[in-house]
């Protein structure tokens, strides 16, 4: 079967029915294969003690079984979008358009469960009793109140928020304010990730591997990961963010970028202390390249800077909720010697997780455009292995901890479409399309045989 | 350039947000005047004003009430906020079982819904230890209306049970004694029955003796479950502040004087009674005061009889057959002076509700006999009594009140008839309380 695929690379351009059945067999195979020895080895009971998913290694995962009302809906929808593929890929469009069409993609693919579980449920679950942010933002004074006070009342906050720094429950605190209804909210959740991350990944793709057609710009909205998660929580936007500091910093012919660079960096930082993962790729980047890291440093010490301002401005000290949120995460230890089980099978889980939800034939792509990505752009190709491997270390670190990495880790998404635009650019239109479609109906068929919130 | 445009969208809806931020009232408290003031402490009724600051009830000179935000109460009735001893905090059990159908709430939204029907302290059990630590501080340090959590951690029992550690020898006690202090539990739970029993896995006598000892000394009260009369008997001789359950049988004069001289409280179990109420009565389920916090989704399971779980039965064949001895009793207990504190298990027992349950509870002792004074006080005065506090309107009392547009001491369901609510000392629009009854938890 892996000679087939690999022999399917060779004939360049080809991505036929039957590439992309075997690569979808394939990942079924390889993902059925973790799941049948992980049950070998330990109990449900081990590894989901929450029971949050139905299948291991999906993490948050409760199957359901479509009615024909919904096969219906999601024929429409993938009929929606062959026919804006195809016109929005026939001649150059605005990126407002694309931006249009993303929003509507994420948003259909959503209402496979309906208003009420597609695009109300992610921001507020249950109703006013969930342990999402928009529980904390709904009840929270004020933003200054939220932040002169936050670090006295981290350990208090739900689940979710008290792990992150005041960045996710303001944004919902505002979105609350401005829109009130949690549907809108999740549908604006949407709409920001894409306003910010489709300008940057066509910054990308022309920073890297020159001009960015509309197809591959639409790629990056359609993934099932972005299709599922892309209105569900915070992660969207914070993806967003990662891909904006690392354009800007990337982007050193444009004036000022650096300064772009550490804005965005400091917002990341403001979102999420996951964004550390951004430190070794800029760092990592800029010393391959350039054998000297000063404008990472640069950028790195302009945001701590501008974090560590907060303190006096607004009286929110970073540091302190960091280490005070490590604590919490970490409070039996490091996860590998405090629970080997679950430190292992979740690492494996992720990375398996992260494959699902990028669908088999990106993942087939993405292996075929490796050889063709390093020979066209070393730079691209940097970022492209570099990613990965400051995610890898992330995760080594013990971090996520009940999985979820599909969703957490939607910001390594444009760096693993990096090698699969090279391969994509050696397609045939037509070829380009029935992958197009294909990813597009993974997604919807994810969705309609799953329910992946909390 | 989309980018760009969302960024200025965002910084404009981050500054209106920013211009919205609450900032502190120029008054320095409230004044609430023009109430009549029901003190089950005194058991009195007066008319007089009463000054609130910083969440206590303060001495203010006339001269000084101008500075006040004055709240007329139009000869509205005054009351202490109510308490619940007895709760678990996930939220409300439907006529199934656990499992199949329930309504979930949060923590605080439990807390919320239980201040919505003017519980404004509630103890609960039965819960993770890490979450409720954190529950206790949650509201005060975000500033949001909730009822006051009390935490006296989980029973001490004979063995591993739900809700319960076990407790093998008297050496263990000190350090469990010890946690419970350091989160300042109010008091310790105790379980005295059969040790060998599954559901309701008692301590032994000498266990029970030197758990009650050892918590005294460290200045806790002991709440002791029971099982049968002769077992309240002994929990009461050996210094237990609380006895409780719903033993079978009706109480002698012997342990009722016992309990009066020793000074240890009842605290019922109506659980049984009140699943017995709604399963039996359609008025109960269509009670617009219940609608407004549970799902007509979990009523309606009240309604079916092919809903009912059997795994509750026991309990509601149980109070059938002693609901006329269950309330013989407390006639009795409260006509010899003894302290009954209502509580109602609501979160864990079929037919109890949060918030609800402590006004139909009140609905019982008043078909009970128990009369006005000690029907308030069992929601008032007694449970507060028992964790140390003085609920009145005396300086220096914690500004947690109720007002009511008609007279608690005349009929219980005057309680329902809310129309005012005073948390910390802050004015709290009830309606914000009120539970979103249009979510679920997903159900493939």
Redesign the interface.
């Known amino acids: 079967m892996t000679s087939e695929l690999l022999s399917g690379a060779k004939r360049q351009g080809a991505a036929g029915a039957r590439q992309l059945i075997l690569s979808t067999l394939l990942l079924v195979a390889g993902v059925g294969l973790l799941h049948f020895v992980c049950f070998r080895l330990v109990s449900k009971a081990d590894i989901d003690p929450w029971g949050l998913s139905d299948f291991y290694p999906l993490s948050v995962f ?4 479509p009615n024909a009302l919904q096969l219906l809906w999601a024929v429409a929808f993938e009929g929606t979008f062959v026919a804006l593929f195809c016109k929005l890929t026939r001649k150059p469009v605005t ?2 358009w694309v ?1 249009g069409a993303a929003l509507l993609f994420a948003v259909q693919s959503n209402l496979l469960h309906g208003w ?2 597609g695009i ?2 992610p921001t ?8 999402e942010y928009y ?2 933002a709904i ?7 939220f932040l002169r ?1 936050f670090n ?2 981290q ?4 689940e979710h928020a008290r792990t992150h720094p005041p960045g996710p429950v ?1 944004f919902y ?3 609350h ?2 829109l009130r209804n949690p549907g809108l909210i999740s549908i604006a959740v949407t ?2 990730s894409l ?2 991350a ?3 990944w066509r910054r990308l793709l022309r920073l890297t591997l020159g001009e960015a057609p509309t197809s591959v710009l639409l790629l990056y909205a359609i993934l099932p990961a972005n299709l599922i998660y892309g209105l569900a929580t915070v992660d969207a936007p914070i993806a967003a963010l990662f891909l ?1 500091t690392v354009v800007s910093f990337v982007d050193e012919d444009r004036r000022g970028s650096w300064l772009i660079a550490a804005v965005w960096l400091s917002a990341s930082l403001f979102f999420t202390f996951g964004a550390l993962f951004l430190l070794p790729v800029l760092l990592g980047f800029e010393l391959l390249q350039h054998r000297r890291v000063t404008r990472a440093a640069l950028v790195v010490g302009l945001s701590a800077l501008v974090l560590a301002s907060l303190k006096p401005l607004f009286g929110y000290g970073w540091l302190s909720s960091f280490l005070r949120a490590s604590a919490m995460e970490n409070a039996k230890g490091f996860l590998l010697f405090a629970d080997p089980k679950r430190y292992l099978w979740y690492r494996l889980g992720a990375v398996a997780e992260i494959l699902c939800f990028f669908s088999p034939f990106l993942a087939w792509l993405l292996l075929r455009g490796v050889p063709v990505l390093k020979r066209e752009s070393p730079r691209a190709w940097t970022l492209a292995w570099l990613a990965p491997l400051s995610l890898a270390l992330v995760l080594l670190s013990g971090a996520m901890k009940v999985g979820e990495a599909a969703r957490i880790c939607l910001f390594i998404l444009p760096y693993l479409l990096l090698p699969v635009v090279a391969a994509w650019r050696e397609l045939r239109v037509a070829d380009q399309f029935r992958v197009a479609q294909a990813v597009f109906a993974w997604g919807l068929l994810m969705q309609l045989f799953g ?1 992946y ?1 909390w | 350039m989309v980018a760009r445009r969302l960024c200025l969208l965002a910084l404009l809806l981050a500054c209106s947000a920013c211009a919205a931020d609450s900032g502190s009232g120029a008054k320095r408290g409230l004044l609430l005047h023009g109430f009549r003031l029901v003190d089950p402490s005194d058991r009195s009724v007066r008319d007089a004003d009463v000054c609130i600051e910083h969440g206590m009830v303060h001495e203010c000179a006339p001269a000084a009430r101008a500075q006040y935000e004055r709240v007329e109460g139009n000869g509205r009735f005054l009351l202490p906020a109510l308490w619940d001893l007895s709760v678990a905090l996930w939220g409300n059990c439907s006529a199934r079982k656990y499992d199949d159908l329930y309504q979930e709430m949060n923590i605080s939204g439990a807390l919320r819904v239980q201040l919505y029907y003017g519980v404004a302290h509630v103890g609960t059990f039965a819960m993770n230890d890490e979450w409720v630590s954190r529950e206790v501080k949650r509201a005060r340090a975000l500033q949001f209306p909730a009822a006051e959590l009390l935490f006296p951690d989980k029973a001490l029992a004979s063995k591993e049970a739900f809700g319960c550690v076990p407790l093998q020898q008297a050496t263990e006690l000190p350090a469990l004694l010890r946690e419970r202090k350091s989160h300042e539990a109010p008091y310790v739970l105790l379980f005295y029955g059969d040790p060998q029993s599954k559901d309701f896995p008692g301590l032994n006598r000498a266990l029970l003796a030197e758990s009650l000892a050892q918590a005294a000394r460290q200045g806790l009260k002991g709440y002791v479950f029971v099982d049968t009369w002769q077992r309240a008997r002994e929990a009461a001789l050996l210094g237990a502040a609380v006895v409780s359950g719903a033993p079978e049988g009706l109480l002698d004069d012997e342990l009722i004087q016992l309990l009066r001289d020793k000074a240890v409280a009842f605290a019922p179990d109506l659980s049984g009674l009140e699943l017995d109420r709604l399963l039996s009565d359609e008025s109960a389920r269509a009670d617009p005061f219940l609608a407004a916090s549970v799902p007509e989704l979990i009523l309606a399971t009240f309604r079916d009889p092919r809903a009912f779980w059997p795994g509750w039965r026991p309990e509601l064949e149980h109070a059938r057959a002693l609901r006329a001895a269950t309330l013989g009793n407390l006639r009795r207990l409260s006509e010899a002076g003894v302290h009954i504190i209502q509580s109602s298990g609501a979160g864990w027992t079929s037919g109890t509700f949060q918030g609800y349950s402590t006004h139909s509870g009140q609905t019982l002792l008043e078909q009970a006999g128990v009369e006005p004074w000690a029907r308030l006080a069992a929601v008032t005065a007694w449970p507060a009594e028992l964790v140390g506090r003085n609920v009145s309107f005396m300086p220096g009392a914690s500004a947690d009140f109720i007002g009511l547009d008609a007279n608690p001491l005349l009929h219980a369901s005057s309680l329902r008839r809310l129309s005012l609510l005073i948390r910390d000392g802050q004015l709290v629009d009830r309606t914000t309380l009120q539970p979103d009854l249009s979510r679920d938890k997903f159900r493939p």
Do not use: N
């Not at chain 1, 009840?139 to 109140?145: A, E, F, N, R």
């Not at chain 1, 350990?155 to 739900?158: G, R």
């Open positions: 409760k199957f359901r079984t990126l407002f931006f009420r579980y109300d449920y507020a679950t249950s109703g006013d009793s969930g342990i529980h904390d009840v929270i004074q004020g933003p200054l109140w006070r006295a009342v350990f208090e906050l739900l303001l605190y505002v979105l304010r401005a709409a920001v306003g910010l489709l300008p940057y904006a329910f919130q």
